[in-house]
């Protein structure tokens, strides 16, 4: 149980366009989602918190109208990079978690090329 | 930010058991330590998580000194499977996790 997918797992795509990514729970209903992101050979940095049906809770430094989060059912939230630049080229993974409980499930992580 | 520190990368020879370490001095008394693992181009799978008290499952045992200043994750039997990055952290429940930069782990046949 407690399974987390991501689609698409990678994507191309070019500057100045715009990517959505998803994060689905599969059996289990997620209160709060997660956004991290991460660069070769770093940390996952998060990116933002997001509990169903409100707005996202964006880290310092990330900026909201770039990286847009959707929440809007208890299964799934969709990160969205609008206008994406070469510097956005990452490593994208969501987590998910019950009613603030103790563990926290990732998803497979999206990589994403922009050239 | 991350609340622990780690070495940043250990070898373990295959069959023996790993010892990885984590201080985490600044620790609070509600505060869980968790340990997640990341082999390459992965998300990270859980370990195991504690409060106070020494915990094991499946996959490892968890150490948490007295002070809770510092624990030791072990896995008993190392494998090559076993060889990825494991971070060590500190979080109170239901807060977010902030990872560190983890400890890199060879596992060597």
Redesign the interface.
């Known amino acids: 149980g407690a399974v987390v997918s991501q689609h698409p797992s990678w994507v191309i795509c070019k500057s100045g366009t715009s990517v959505k990514i998803e994060c689905r729970s599969l059996d289990f209903q997620a209160t709060t989602m997660f956004w991290y992101r991460q660069f070769p050979k770093q940390s996952l940095m998060l990116m933002a918190t997001s509990n169903e049906g409100s707005k996202a809770t964006y880290e310092q430094g990330v900026e909201k109208d770039k990286f847009l989060i959707n929440h809007a059912s208890l299964t799934l939230s969709t990160l969205t990079v609008t206008s994406a630049h070469p510097e956005d080229s990452s490593f994208y993974i969501c987590s998910a978690s019950v009613g603030g409980g103790n563990e926290q499930y990732f998803g497979p992580g999206t990589r994403l090329t922009v050239t | 930010d ?1 609340k622990t520190t780690q070495p940043t990368s250990m070898d373990c020879a295959e069959g023996r058991a790993a010892n990885l370490p984590c201080n985490h001095s600044t620790i609070s008394g509600n505060e ?1 330590v968790y340990w ?1 693992r ?1 082999i390459h ?6 370990i195991i ?1 504690g409060l106070k008290n020494n915990e094991t499952n499946e996959m490892a045992s968890l150490i948490i000194t007295e002070d809770r200043k510092s624990s030791t994750l072990i896995l008993p039997h190392a494998t090559l499977r076993d060889t990825a990055v494991y ?1 060590c952290i500190v979080r109170q ?2 807060n ?7 400890t890199s782990l060879t596992v060597i046949p």
């Open positions: 991350a869980y997640y990341q181009s992965q998300g990270p799978q859980y998580h971070y429940s239901g977010q996790f902030y990872f560190g930069t983890g």
